[in-house]
């Protein structure tokens, strides 16, 4: 085994080791250890210089510490070359539990290539670690600069290819036609059996062919070199001269050079001519654009198609409304040209990157005088999104909030897109605040212009009287249904005039109003509304009717004894006049509550008649039963 792979498998069993060493925990008195490891000796153990045949490089190091070494490194330069794209970097070596010294592999030749610069290495560093992580790290020259040791490479080739020719064919290509760009290279290095790369741009801009060019490589044996690369243009490459700019030209020596060129790609076909494709209107959401093909052949027929973000075509005519969904995205338009003999031209644009629309529906309006008691809508539109290719479809607005506004401050709980104005409200102003957030749109919040807020119109039917028209009987004033939380007041009148003290829900008709037409008035009240009164249809006060029982007589009817009528309960305030008759005559002046029958009773039939009166009531009269006298 050669000298450097065998310090590769020497370093990757020890690294191996360590790892395990590790795992397995450092003894407590490694732990304790802070002092770092210190270097005993450092030699160059091969040949000061390293070739083709002689690739073998290695520095021999040895260290003592405490807890162990764990690793060694050495870091390495190239000095004196002519290139510093490669150096020669040192390597690193675990000992694990094997003793010094340890031997530490450098690069080898052939690791940096074939065509590596000559130059001379020297040691910047060594830097040794135990296995509790202490470090030191030599810089002494003294100790360095003798590892030094040189390159030595007889053909290096530091000399780029150059470019004998190149051509193109076909001079003009229609748009899907292939393009072969043919190249002839001159290297200096072909005895090496080498080849070259073309790199850089050989589009200006980028978007004359699609993919990567297939690359053929010919060894021509006279130092020279044939490539070609087959392009592939498409059916929608613009018309126009591509040139083949800055050729990178890279030897397999890493010898490279940048060659200017004149050559061009030159796409065209006269024979369908497409003129230009603009996009024209506002690249904000809620905005529509047009596009148009202007300067196209008349005999193609152009249609369009939209996509957004160059994803989802939406085919449809050349506008397109931006949505919600276009917001920092782009619009991206097709234009496609179909001539009658089956020629298809596409040409694309995409615009600037789309802004937030603005929504502007003006300040809202209130839909009707705000009055206590009546709702009042607010006239605002709602925004809806557009679906895309689904007209007619919308998507809901994001979010609309509503506040009803007092002189200014929000009203608790007013929230909805509707109020009824309450009492607190009247006197005041009022009005409605929208705060709209959309997708798209940035927050906007409006307020309508403040109103005066009237005061509310009771609900006020006319009222009736409940109860028998006539002197003595309860009346019952009946309001009907009025506005909720309504307060009433009562006035009873005589022919139109009030009657003093009659103001209850109740009223009893007295003797002055006999014959006499009564009605009630109703007030009613509520804190905001106006205050309504309503007066009932009149009704015409009857007389009353006593409450007249059957009188009864007491005491023995016999003569000399006295008697006693007894009226029973008649009508509070009647006045009661008497009449004793005999055998049905009245007898004369028997006009007493009391009667003491006579010799002329004896054996005769008595009774007494009582008669009730009382103002605004009519007069009854009533006959008590007969007892006959003894």
Known sequence: MGGFMKNV????????????????????????????????????????????????????????????????????????????????????????????????????????????????????????????????????????????????NPAYDNKAPTLVSLEVEPAVAVPGESVTVTLTVADTSSHAGGSYTVGGSLTADGVCCSGTPALTNTVNGDGTFTNKLVYKTSTDTLYGTYPLTNLLLVDRYRNEVIVPTDAAIVVDDPAHPVGDLQMHGNFAVGETLTAAATGWDPAATVTYKWYRSGWRPEPGPSTYLLNWEHYKRWANVEATGTWPDGTVRIRRLTSPRIEQGTLDFGQPTLGSSPTVGQEVALQYPVLKYPILGTPGDYYPLQKQQYQWLRDG??????????????????????????????????????????????????????????????????????????????????????????????????????????????????????????????????????????????????????????????????????????????????????????????????????????????????????????????
């Open 9 to 152: 498998f020497t370093m990757l069993v020890a690294s191996a080791v360590s790892v395990l060493l590790v795992l397995a925990g450092a003894p407590a008195s490694q732990a304790a250890d802070t002092d770092p490891p210190e270097l005993v000796s450092i030699q160059r153990t091969t040949a000061d210089q390293i070739d083709k045949d002689n690739t073998d490089a290695e520095i021999l190091v040895d260290a003592r510490d405490a807890s162990g070494i764990h690793k060694i490194e050495v870091m390495g330069r190239l000095v004196g070359s002519d290139s510093t794209t490669y150096c020669i970097h040192g390597g690193t070596y675990y000992p694990g539990d094997r003793p010094g010294p340890w031997p530490v592999a450098m690069c080898s030749y052939w690791l940096l290539g074939e065509n590596v610069d000559p130059g001379t290495t020297v040691v910047d560093w060594v830097e040794l670690t135990d296995t509790a992580g202490n470090t030191s790290r030599v810089t002494d020259r003294a100790l360095l600069d003798p590892l030094e040791y040189r390159v030595v």
């Open 409 to 630: 401050v929000p009203i608790t709980g007013a929230e909805t897109r509707s109020y009824v104005p309450v009492a607190a409200d009247f006197g005041r102003k009022l009005s409605a605040q929208v705060k709209t957030s959309a997708l798209g749109y940035p927050d906007t919040t409006v307020t309508s212009v403040p109103s005066d807020v009237n005061p509310g119109v009771l609900s006020a039917p006319t009222p009736t009287i409940s109860g028998t028209a006539r002197v003595g009987v309860s009346l019952q004033a009946v309001p009907g249904s009025w506005t909720s939380g309504t307060t009433f007041k009562y006035q009873w009148q005589r022919n139109g005039v009030n009657i003093s003290g009659a103001t209850s829900a109740k009223y009893v008709p007295t003797a002055a109003d006999r014959g006499q037409d009564i009605r009630v008035g109703v007030t009613g009240s509520k804190p905001g509304y106006t205050t309504v009164s309503k007066y009932s249809a009149s009704r015409t006060i009857a007389a009353g009717i006593l409450s007249a029982p059957t009188p009864t007589i007491s005491g023995t009817p016999r003569v000399d004894v006295s008697l006693k009528a007894v009226p029973g309960t008649w009508t509070s305030g009647t006045t009661l006049k008497y009449q004793w008759q005999r055998n049905g005559v009245n007898i004369s002046g028997a006009t007493s509550v009391k009667y003491v029958p006579r010799a002329a009773d004896r054996g005769k039939d008595l009774r007494v008649r009582v008669t009730g009166s009382k103002a605004g009531y009519t007069t009854v009269s009533k006959t008590s039963a007969r007892v006959r006298v003894r």
